[in-house]
C-alpha cells in the first residue's frame, strides 16, 4: 500500500499515512490533533532496477554475442 507524506501548517511537522490509492486525497490530521495539513510531492527512488536496453553499438547489444 502506498505511503503519502504530509506536512502540518499549524505545528510544522512532516509525517507519513499508509493508505490505499483510492483514499490518496483525503485529509489527515498530523500526530499532534491538527487539521491543518497539506500532502506533499514525493519523489520516487528506483534502486536495482533492470537496465534500460541498448540501442546497438555495443558487442551485446549490437546482437554479436554467441
Known sequence: MPRY????????????VTRPMAA???AAACPEGHDD????????A?????AAPSSGGSCCGGG???
Open 5 to 16: 507524506d504530509f506536512r502540518c501548517r499549524a505545528c510544522g511537522s512532516t509525517f507519513e
Open 24 to 26: 490518496s486525497d483525503e
Open 37 to 44: 495539513t497539506v500532502r506533499l510531492l514525493s519523489t520516487v
Open 46 to 50: 528506483m534502486t536495482g532496477g533492470a
Open 64 to 66: 554479436c554475442c554467441g
